[in-house]
């Protein structure tokens, strides 16, 4: 995570609906137990929900208006992001099987200790009626 050492989120979920052709409209996105290389513990926060996004041809896409990292380095320091992110998937019913990537950069009004872009990579199992 450029200036500073890599945040680790081990349980993220991610919940809301997928149309019939293939749109993602999230409406909750939840970041649990995330660390920084260790301690001191990390809070990650989903801001500016819906996120939208699309599955189509085995291609998803995620637009991210807003991640936020608050990291307690002796004080807090609250640190932006956004972007939008690519990847695939796998699966033509429930369940499907999506990995997102990609950077995300931060905002202007992040301070300066704040890593200019932050890498994002994750997998999640999309399940439920309409897939």
């Given amino acids: 995570m450029g200036t500073y050492p890599l945040v680790t989120c081990p349980f993220s979920s991610l919940n809301g609906t997928i149309t019939a052709s293939g749109g993602l409209n999230l409406t909750t996105a939840t970041f649990n137990a995330c660390t920084f290389s260790g301690p001191p513990p990390v809070t990650v926060t989903a801001y500016y929900l819906p996120w939208s996004g ?18 307690d380095v002796g004080k807090p320091v609250l640190c932006i992001y956004y972007g939008s992110l690519a990847g695939t998937y796998t699966g033509t019913a429930s369940p499907l099987t999506v990995s997102f990537s990609g950077t995300l950069n931060k905002t202007a009004t992040s301070p300066f200790l ?8 994750s997998r999640y199992v999309f399940a439920g009626a309409g897939l």
């Fill in 54 to 71: 699309s599955l189509s041809g085995g291609s998803a896409t995620l637009n991210v208006p807003r991640l936020a990292l608050l990291i």
């Fill in 114 to 121: 704040c890593s200019s872009t932050v890498t994002f990579s």
